[in-house]
Nanobody
C-alpha cells in the first residue's frame, strides 16, 4: 500500500482543515482490507496517535486531545481516508501522517501500522 497525505496548511486558532489520504493498493488487494489511522508528530516530540477507523468504518477511535473536534471517515470506493479538523488549537501543530494496518487491534500504537504516508504539515497560529 502506498499512501499520500495532503490538505495541511496554515490556519488560525479556531479554524478548520480537512486532511486527505489517498491509498494505492497492490493488484489483487482491496483498500477495505486495511484499517486506517492518523498520527501526528510535533517538533521535539514523539509521534502520537490521533484517530483510527476500522476497515468498514464501523469502529472509530480518537485521542482524548482531539475527541469532539476531529472526525475521521473513509470512502472505500475511492480509496480515501479523511481527517476533518475543527476548532484547531496551536497545540495541534504537527506533521500529520496517515497509516494503514492489516490488523484492527492496538490501533493506538504506531507499530501496528504496516504502511505510512509522507506526512502533511499543519500549523495553527495563535
Amino acid at each position: 500500500v502506498q499512501l499520500q497525505a495532503s490538505g495541511g496548511g496554515l490556519v488560525q486558532r479556531g479554524g478548520s482543515l480537512r486532511l486527505s489520504c489517498l491509498a494505492s493498493v497492490a493488484s489483487g488487494r482491496s483498500f477495505n482490507e486495511y484499517s486506517m489511522g492518523w498520527f501526528r508528530q510535533a517538533p521535539g516530540k514523539e509521534r502520537e496517535f490521533v484517530s483510527h477507523i476500522s476497515r468498514g468504518g464501523g469502529n472509530i477511535y480518537y485521542a482524548d486531545s482531539v475527541r469532539g473536534r476531529f472526525t475521521i471517515f473513509r470512502d472505500n470506493a475511492d480509496k480515501m481516508v479523511y481527517l476533518e479538523m475543527n476548532f484547531l488549537k496551536p497545540e495541534d501543530t504537527a506533521v500529520y501522517y496517515c497509516a494503514a494496518s492489516s490488523a484492527s487491534t492496538r490501533y493506538h500504537l504506531s507499530g501496528t501500522y504496516n504502511y505510512w504516508g509522507q506526512g502533511t504539515q499543519v500549523t495553527v497560529s495563535s
